[in-house]
């Protein structure tokens, strides 16, 4: 959220539309958590900029008046500060979600916006693990009390179904699987439904079993040890300590076993448009990064293995 020192910063009719917009962020719109901290503290820098440069509390007619020269000079200083080409894209991005919801609201337009380039985004491909590396991971896991239970169950969760770890930890034991399938509540609010394999539900029926707290409905699926919705801070730290005692390579975290789902599904032919499907993407062009990883393992294999690659 931004900040009341920031929006101090600005003149009060700006201050109160930047709070209507994190609201509709929040409500309308049901960005993520992560989402919404992000574009958050993109606007917050953008305000500290505009601030400093104007040398005033900027007010919405000044951000309205914002230049294309100004919005350049806002990008250079980003990247003189260090932030990554992909850093500067989301805060370009944050900035013009905001600048359009006003337009949409009718409060301000600003043209200069639209004609700022994005930064040239560095592609980066997902850091799947290998399928023994998966399986290791997931077998290797001694459930000797309940954590350790609740640990598998929720990476067996993230690998079998490919979900993100901020959807496994929203759920509720009302959430839990039906008839094979698992409804998901991805990005946007938007709802989709995940086949169940048996090895999963039955890591999670052991879980819910092992767990000392009372089921209820309403109560988080995944607990922490005080038996509030589990951290995701807790479940990170678990993986680290889990790739250490299995000699797992640093890129093992919870959200390589939803790149590794991906990547393993495309590797045993399942198609482009099913893996979107699974995964909730919007954009078939995010699940194509997946084919990227496919081509780049067939070509270490082939060079390990073809005579004339060898020599």
């Known amino acids: 959220m931004i900040s009341n020192v920031t929006l101090e910063q600005c003149a009060p009719d700006l201050a109160k539309i930047l709070q209507d917009w994190q609201t509709w962020l929040n409500v309308e719109k049901g960005v993520s958590k992560h989402t919404f901290r992000a574009y958050c503290g993109d606007m917050t820098r953008f305000i500290n900029f505009i601030?400093?440069?104007?040398?005033?509390?900027p007010s919405i007619d000044d951000i309205s008046g914002t230049a294309l020269?100004?919005?350049r000079s806002w990008l250079s200083r980003q990247a003189m500060g260090g932030a990554s080409s992909n850093t500067r894209a989301r805060?370009?991005?944050?900035?013009k979600n905001f600048l359009s919801w006003m337009?949409?609201?009718?409060?301000?337009?600003n043209a200069a916006i639209n004609i700022v380039r994005t930064p040239k985004l560095a592609r980066k491909l997902p850091k799947a693990l290998d399928?023994?590396?998966?399986?290791?991971?997931?077998?290797d896991i001694l459930e000797e009390d309940w954590v350790a239970s609740r640990n598998k169950a929720l990476f067996y969760l993230l690998w079998g179904c490919g979900l993100r770890i901020d959807e496994a930890l929203s759920l509720n034991l009302s959430d839990y699987p039906r008839e094979g399938f698992l409804r998901v509540k991805g990005k946007g609010n938007k709802e989709r439904q995940v086949p169940i394999l048996k090895q999963v539900e039955g890591s999670l029926q052991n879980y819910i079993k092992d767990c000392p707290y009372p089921d209820t409905p309403e109560r988080a699926l995944f607990l922490g040890v005080k038996g509030k919705r589990l951290n995701?801070?807790?479940i990170q730290k678990a993986m680290r300590d889990l790739r250490v005692q299995l000699n797992l390579p640093e890129t093992a975290t919870p959200h390589a076993l939803r790149h590794s789902f991906a990547t393993h599904l495309l590797q045993n032919g399942a198609n482009l448009r099913e893996i979107q499907e699974l995964l909730g993407h919007a954009s078939l062009s995010t699940t194509q990064r997946y084919t990227d990883v496919n081509k780049e393992e067939l070509m270490r294999i082939y060079k390990d293995a073809h005579p004339r690659a060898k020599s």
């Open 232 to 234: 995701q801070g807790v």
């Open 69 to 71: 020269t100004d919005f």
């Open 131 to 139: 399928e023994v590396q998966a399986f290791r991971l997931l077998d």
């Open 91 to 95: 805060a370009l991005s944050s900035i």
């Open 103 to 109: 337009d949409e609201q009718g409060i301000a337009h």
């Open 51 to 57: 601030s400093n440069h104007l040398g005033k509390a």
